[in-house]
């Protein structure tokens, strides 16, 4: 029998969930779990729901009914304590979003020391650890305008994980890079999901999908309509829609 609760159940957990925009159901009775260590990566057209999925499960999005749950925990109605959650959650966006005034070593430090009273000099230690990590240990002075854009999502990768987060959410972390750069961010991520991370990756990237993940999720029109081990996706036994939009992205 499979927990929902405690160490050993799903670390998220969505049941029934649905969200609509006025008249537009972008998330229809949603169901899905995802276990502490899995990397799961999600997929579908534009539109589908990949991104507002990532932000229901991380609070920013309130859903309209069913339950969404982060370590056997239901986050909807919690008031102010979906901040303790959020904490827990990294999130790695297409645009990295970093603090363009501030150093590399800065945007990474600054949740740390703000949000979690970390001192100064430990954060900044961690802080380089992880950009040995990312693999541009060299850049803890710079300003993000003066690195190339995979270097500026290593770094957006890095402060997501300063916080030591238990669930990394990236939405499509590498369709902004230029293509030689897209390589560098996936091995940081493949790296990661090898070391344990538990992971939600919206991606078309397959080739990562086919080598790192444990599960390929397709949806679309806010319903899931594939979920297995890619093996088996790629296979393609499975939806007539699921299959003609893989057989786009691979012979793209
Ligand atoms: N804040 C919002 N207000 C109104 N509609 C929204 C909002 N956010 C998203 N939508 C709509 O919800 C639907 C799903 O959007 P979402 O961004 O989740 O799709 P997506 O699968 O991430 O697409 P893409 O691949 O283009 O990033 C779209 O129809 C979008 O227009
Ligand atoms: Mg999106």
Do not use: W
Not at 72 to 90: K, L, P, S, T
Not at 194 to 216: K, N, Q, S, Y
């Amino acid at each position: 029998m499979e927990e929902s609760k405690g160490p050993n159940g799903p670390l998220v957990e969505l049941s029934g969930v649905t969200k609509s925009f006025g008249d537009n159901v972008v998330l229809n009775e949603i169901d899905l779990r995802i276990g502490r260590g899995e990397a799961v990566v999600v997929a579908g057209p534009s539109g589908s729901g990949k991104s507002t999925m990532l932000r229901c499960i991380n609070g920013l999005e309130p859903i309209d009914s069913g339950s969404i749950r982060f370590g056997g925990r239901a986050i909807e109605g919690i008031g102010r304590e979906i901040y303790g959650i959020r904490a827990q959650i990294g999130m790695v966006f297409q645009q990295f979003n970093l603090f363009p005034h501030m150093t590399v070593i800065d945007n990474i430090t600054l949740a740390p020391v703000r949000v979690q009273g970390t001192s100064v000099e430990e954060a900044r230690r961690r802080g380089r650890e992880l950009l040995e990590r990312v693999g541009i240990p060299d850049k803890e002075d710079d300003v993000p305008a003066d690195l190339s854009g995979g270097q500026q999502q290593r770094v957006a990768i890095a402060r997501a994980l300063a916080v030591d987060p238990k669930l990394m959410l990236f939405d499509e972390p590498t369709s902004a890079l230029d293509p030689e750069m897209i390589r560098e961010v996936l091995d940081v991520m493949r790296d990661l999901a090898r070391d344990g991370m538990t992971m939600i990756v919206v991606t078309h990237e397959m080739g990562f999908a086919r080598e790192v993940c444990d599960r390929l999720i397709f949806i679309d029109e806010g319903v899931i309509v594939e979920d297995a081990p890619p093996e088996e996706f790629f296979k393609a036994t499975g939806s007539a829609r699921a299959k003609e939009f893989v057989d786009k992205i691979i012979h793209h």
